[in-house]
């Protein structure tokens, strides 16, 4: 099982999970040609399209691919955007689409938004956590952690002291998007003997110091977190250390 990222930013977030049979698809906010052409055309293989709410950076293509894959979204982002085809995702219900089981959960944002803990024989346990101000979640037995970490507070402090980000989003961002060491607290509640992969969702340009991140969580837990960017790619197959 193999994760890659298309897109992890304010201008779009989309992730593929998949194996040579299956494919997930996490988030939808990139054009749908760019969505296509990383699936090789193949919709078939998508076992379903998850969407934690409906921003435009999460949603963008979602319309194109109405009718076309199987998609699990809320109400809200189904009335916002229109969706007639989907799956109503209901918090703690468990959902399951081809080899993948899913259970969604609700996280902190300014609009309803939703996490999503993911299983599959071919990976075992894996956490989705994006826009969301905190997260006090512990998933037992957690393999892989796909955690956002948009900003930290000394970066987001001299970017507003530098005028890059305007005084008054600091407040909403306070209260919507996860600071360096509420990751570091999601992290911290996930840690096990079987935790390989942690993947930072989502960091914003302006307001984080990546190198200063990583750091950071490498001296609070222990773990070496990757950064999402376009072409990274994760193994997330089971029992591969």
């Not at 992730?15 to 040579?20: A, G, K």
């Not at 955690?147 to 970066?155: H, K, L």
Request: overall charge negative; aromatic content about 8%.
């Amino acid at each position: 099982m193999n994760l890659r990222v298309l897109g992890s930013s304010s201008s779009g977030n989309c992730y593929i999970i998949e194996n040579e049979k299956e494919a997930l698809l996490l988030e939808a906010g990139l054009p749908y040609s760019k969505i296509s052409e990383a699936i090789d055309f193949n919709y078939e293989k998508i076992s379903v399209c998850l969407v934690s709410h409906e921003h435009g950076d999460h949603t963008y293509s979602l319309d194109k691919l109405d009718g076309l894959v199987d998609i699990l979204c809320s109400k809200d982002i189904a009335d916002k955007k229109g969706i007639r085809h989907y799956t109503e995702s209901v918090s703690l219900r468990q959902y399951k689409f081809g080899g993948f089981t899913i259970m969604p959960f609700d996280v902190i944002h300014d609009v309803y938004c939703q996490g999503f803990f993911i299983e599959h024989i071919d990976m075992g346990r894996l956490a989705f956590i994006t826009d969301s101000a905190y997260a006090d979640y512990t998933f037992v037995g957690l393999n892989h952690l796909l955690v956002e970490c948009n900003y930290n507070i000394d970066e987001l402090n001299r970017s507003i002291d530098l005028g890059i980000t305007p005084a008054f989003q600091k407040r909403r961002l306070l209260s919507t998007h996860m600071e360096v060491m509420e990751t570091v607290n999601v992290i911290k509640s996930n840690l096990n003997e079987g935790l390989n992969n942690v993947l930072l969702l989502h960091l914003s340009e302006r307001n984080s110091d990546e190198m200063e991140i990583v750091k950071t969580i490498k001296e609070e837990t222990g773990i070496n977190a990757k950064v999402a960017y376009p072409g990274v790619e994760m193994n997330l197959t089971k029992n591969i250390y």
